[in-house]
């Protein structure tokens, strides 16, 4: 029973360069999440999907697009990687709201 | 927007000791749920504890239980019979029962079990 799964475990990209993380549940969840980890902040939410089909906003999305491609797999974007976008990358699914979230392992991005 | 504040950066005690951590929220909300998480240094975030708002009980989880305070807004974490395992970061994390998805984490306590 994989959970979820987050690709790659670690990156490092040039300032300007793009690229997608990858996120897929199995366990048939609604509701996915990406969150950045950055020291001293915990965990902030990037954008959401409470449903395949739809997304919105979280806290900190400037820089950052996302798509649900089926109820599976929700992957987060980078189309113009800054230093800013340095920090720790965690992928969330739940059942419904209110419920445990399960995490992926996090990616490790460094952007230079 | 709702907060949450761990006021505890870093704590450490002895193993088998009794340890509480701290949390604080505001919400507008009668409706929410709270969470524990831990973090210990592979990264991965483990569910502790879960608390629903609406449940006078305090939930408890083997050696982990909370003291929730609703009119305080508090929700504290106390770790009995500690363990070196339990060295880790844990996050206080506030969900919403209506209002915006996604978990509110506070910025986190380390805790330091030594030997």
């Known amino acids: 029973n994989a959970g979820v799964t987050q690709t790659p475990k670690f990156q490092v990209l040039k300032t300007g360069q793009s690229m997608t993380l990858q996120c897929a549940q199995d366990?048939?969840?609604?509701?996915m999440y990406w969150y950045r980890q950055d020291p001293g902040m915990g965990l902030r939410l990037i954008y959401y999907?409470?449903?395949?089909?739809?997304?919105d906003k979280g806290e900190v999305p400037n820089g950052y697009n996302v798509s649900r491609l089926n109820k599976r797999e929700f992957s987060l974007r980078l189309e113009s990687a800054a230093p800013s976008q340095t920090s720790v990358y965690f992928c969330?699914?739940?059942?419904?709201?209110?419920?445990?979230?399960?995490f992926g392992q996090g990616t490790r991005l460094t952007v230079v | 927007a709702q907060t949450v504040t761990q006021s505890q950066p870093e704590m450490s005690v002895q193993e088998a000791e009794t340890v509480t951590l701290s949390c604080t929220y505001d919400?507008?909300?009668?409706?929410?749920?709270l969470f524990w998480y831990k973090q210990p240094p592979s990264r991965q975030m483990i569910l502790v504890i879960r608390?629903?708002?609406?449940?006078?009980q305090n939930a408890t989880e083997n050696r982990f239980s909370v003291n929730f305070q609703k009119a305080a807004k508090s929700f504290s974490l106390k770790i009995s019979d500690s363990q070196l395992g339990d060295t880790a970061m844990y996050f206080c994390?506030?969900?919403?029962?209506?209002?915006?998805?996604?978990?509110?984490f506070g910025k986190g306590t380390h805790l330091i079990i030594q030997p």
């Open positions: 366990m048939n969840h609604n509701s």
């Open positions: 999907s409470a449903s395949e089909g739809t997304t």
């Open positions: 969330a699914s739940s059942e419904a709201r209110g419920r445990r979230a399960f």
């Open positions: 994390a506030f969900y919403s029962g209506g209002g915006a998805d996604g978990l509110t």
């Open positions: 608390q629903e708002a609406y449940k006078q």
């Open positions: 919400t507008s909300e009668n409706n929410y749920y």
